[in-house]
């Protein structure tokens, strides 16, 4: 099947690498443009981009799909490479019509949730934010509207207690090409049975913003958790604890109930804070302000706690 990509971080690189391992063609690769990276702001290629070129396959960064000569350039592009399948995943520009009408037989997007659940730009953290147990990825016909395509396939799995927004978004990746994979096998058989979403059960999953980071201790002690989880590691939860300011990358619950005030520091040989309702967090990576990120028993030899 001839085959056009469209996908950018590191959450698409699976879904390319498995059409390619297992013998697709893969015609094109469409992704964002190279952007300024580190400390020199020196361009760094899309990692998706980096995959692509490591198997020759030809690599074309529009500046818009939409609008201007870069969206005309393009449009004419794909005319010309006539794909059975156009495979959407992470890629970061909307698709105006006439773009999701020239694959022979879809558009399609991978998306990194159970529609229509966490429609959006991130669903994995928002998952996690709100502490669902469950989550997964969709295959659906890429349509207009934001993540509102009829849905093909879905695949779950479970969320860890302590599992970060990361650790999900690579297990997820994984999951996102096994589902591809039994998409494309799907359409190329003809057996493909697509469902509409029922709009009544979305909800909508934003781009994280640092307004998020901020803990409030008067909130329960899962709550706490679940943001410390789904914003590890960007933009990153942070305390003001005993004076400083710190980055919480990671945390467990204690499930114990304390005595004492919300904020309040109840074991600094553990680093366990009492929250609104009673019950401890504990704190296990942290990053404190000009330092490195390290584990909390580091942290601790080299700084007292004070209650």
Same mark, same amino acid.
């Given at each position: 099947?001839?085959?056009?990509?469209?996908?950018?971080?590191?959450?698409?690189?699976?879904?390319?690498?498995?059409?390619?391992?297992?013998?697709?063609?893969?015609?094109?690769?469409?992704?964002?443009?190279?952007?300024?990276?580190?400390?020199?702001?020196?361009?760094?290629?899309?990692?998706?981009?980096?995959?692509?070129?490591?198997?020759?396959?030809?690599?074309?960064?529009?500046?818009?799909?939409?609008?201007?000569?870069? /969206?005309? &350039? #393009?449009?004419?592009?794909?005319? =010309?490479?006539?794909? !059975?399948?156009?495979?959407?995943? *992470?890629?970061?520009?909307?698709?105006?019509?006439?773009?999701?009408?020239?694959?022979?037989?879809?558009?399609?997007?991978?998306?990194?949730?159970?529609?229509?659940?966490?429609?959006?730009?991130?669903?994995?953290?928002?998952?996690?934010?709100?502490?669902?147990?469950?989550?997964?990825?969709?295959?659906?016909?890429?349509?207009?509207?934001?993540?509102?395509?009829?849905?093909?396939?879905?695949?779950?799995?479970?969320?860890?207690?302590?599992?970060?927004?990361?650790?999900?978004?690579?297990?997820?990746?994984?999951?996102?090409?096994?589902?591809?994979?039994?998409?494309?096998? /799907?359409? &190329? #058989?003809?057996?493909?049975?697509? =469902?509409?979403?029922? !709009?009544?059960?979305?909800?909508? *999953?934003?781009?994280?913003?640092?307004?998020?980071?901020?803990?409030?201790?008067?909130?329960?002690?899962?709550?706490?958790?679940?943001?410390?989880?789904?914003?590890?590691?960007?933009?990153?939860?942070?305390?003001?604890?005993?004076?400083?300011?710190?980055?919480?990358?990671?945390?467990?619950?204690?499930?114990?109930?304390?005595?004492?005030?919300?904020?309040?520091?109840?074991?600094?040989?553990?680093?366990?804070?009492?929250?609104?309702?009673?019950?401890?967090?504990?704190?296990?990576?942290?990053?404190?302000?000009?330092?490195?990120?390290?584990?909390?028993?580091?942290?601790?030899?080299?700084?007292?706690?004070?209650?």
């Amino acid at each position: 099947m001839d085959i056009v990509f469209m996908g950018t971080p590191d959450f698409a690189v699976p879904c390319l690498k498995a059409l390619v391992e297992s013998g697709e063609n893969v015609k094109a690769v469409f992704t964002q443009p190279d952007k300024p990276k580190g400390r020199g702001y020196k361009l760094a290629p899309p990692p998706v981009k980096e995959y692509a070129v490591s198997k020759g396959i030809p690599v074309y960064q529009p500046l818009s799909m939409k609008k201007g000569e870069d /969206a005309d &350039k #393009s449009y004419e592009l794909l005319k =010309e490479l006539a794909p !059975d399948l156009i495979v959407v995943v *992470a890629y970061g520009q909307i698709l105006p019509k006439r773009i999701l009408d020239i694959p022979k037989t879809y558009c399609i997007n991978i998306h990194a949730s159970l529609l229509p659940a966490y429609r959006g730009a991130g669903p994995i953290q928002w998952c996690i934010l709100n502490g669902e147990k469950v989550t997964g990825v969709t295959s659906m016909i890429m349509a207009e509207g934001l993540d509102t395509g009829d849905m093909l396939l879905k695949a779950s799995l479970e969320i860890g207690e302590n599992e970060t927004a990361d650790e999900l978004h690579d297990r997820l990746s994984e999951l996102g090409a096994k589902v591809l994979l039994d998409t494309v096998s /799907a359409i &190329k #058989s003809g057996d493909v049975h697509p =469902e509409k979403q029922d !709009d009544s059960l979305s909800n909508y *999953a934003p781009r994280l913003t640092k307004e998020l980071c901020p803990i409030d201790f008067s909130k329960s002690a899962q709550e706490i958790h679940d943001q410390i989880r789904g914003l590890s590691s960007w933009p990153c939860a942070v305390a003001e604890i005993a004076g400083r300011r710190l980055k919480i990358y990671r945390s467990e619950l204690d499930g114990v109930h304390h005595n004492g005030s919300a904020g309040e520091i109840c074991d600094k040989d553990k680093f366990t804070v009492i929250c609104g309702d009673g019950f401890g967090i504990t704190f296990t990576e942290v990053q404190a302000e000009g330092g490195k990120r390290m584990k909390t028993a580091d942290y601790l030899r080299g700084n007292k706690l004070v209650y």
